[in-house]
Structure formats: C-alpha cells, structure tokens
C-alpha cells in the first residue's frame, strides 16, 4: 500500500471547464497534491505513455484523444492512494459509476472519462515519473 498515487484531467474535462472542480473533489477527498502540470501530449508521447496497450484496437483513438487537447497531471498523497483514489474516480463507464465520483459528475463515455487514475503503486510510480522528476515533487 503506498501514500501516492498519479492522476491526468484528461482533455475532455479540460476543454469543458471542469479541472477546477475536479481538483476541488481531490481535495475535498483528502489528497494533497505533491505535483502538477498542465501540459499538452503530442502524439508521440501519449502513444509512450499508453504503450501497454498498443495492440488493442482502440489504441490509436485513445492516443488521438490524449493529444487533441491539454491535460492537467498531478502526483496525489493520501494514505493508501491508489485504492482511495480509484473510489473517487468511479467506473470508467460514467453510466455505471458512482453517485459522488468524479466520472459520474464529469465524464460524458468510457471513451470521454475525464480522468485518469493509476491502478497500482507500480504503475503510480512509473505513471509520476513519467511526468515528474523527483525535484519536481514535494
């Protein structure tokens, strides 16, 4: 169980006005952000950082998606993060998700789901990296 986790506002929530009150219910959940950036991926770097999964078939959509517009991406620490955080952000199915979580509020398709939440510390650890080096982190 680790104290951090990584997160994205992915650029549907941006575009649409919504990484004020995404930040707001990560705070309001107990997070305290230890990094963040707003920055635009190019088509190069989201196809990186989706790398695991580039021989599924909406591999090439996800990556158009994550580079067509800004994200926010932010290192988050709270006791046990990962697992809090993934309760948070609910389903990724925003018709499925919780009443409360961020994709139940924010998201508009599994496809267009506002956020992105590591789903283990491995992938936490990689995931910030990726965005953050260590001066970069408080």
Same mark, same amino acid.
């Given at each position: 169980m680790s104290n951090r986790t990584f997160t994205m506002i992915k650029p549907d929530a941006t575009q649409n006005g919504h990484t004020g009150g995404i930040l707001a @219910? !990560?705070? /309001? *959940? %107990?997070? =305290?952000?230890?990094a963040m950036k707003t920055t635009q991926l190019s088509a190069e770097k989201a196809? /990186?950082?989706y790398a695991v999964h580039k /021989? =599924?078939?909406?591999? %090439? /959509?996800? #990556? $158009?998606? @994550? +580079? =067509? %517009?800004?994200?926010? *991406? *932010?290192?988050? &620490?709270? +006791?046990n993060a990962v697992e809090d955080f993934r309760k948070l952000i609910g389903a990724t199915n925003p018709a499925q998700a919780d009443e409360g979580t961020i994709r139940k509020k924010y998201a508009t +398709? !599994? %496809? &267009?789901? $506002? #956020?992105?939440g590591s789903d283990s510390d491995e992938n936490a650890a990689v995931e910030g990296a990726f965005f953050f080096s260590k001066l970069e982190q408080f």
């Open positions: @219910m !990560i705070n /309001e *959940a %107990g997070f =305290r952000i230890v196809g /990186e950082f /021989e =599924r078939p909406f591999y %090439g /959509e996800l #990556v $158009a998606f @994550m +580079s =067509r %517009g800004p994200i926010t *991406a *932010a290192i988050l &620490e709270k +006791s +398709s !599994i %496809g &267009e789901n $506002a #956020v992105h």
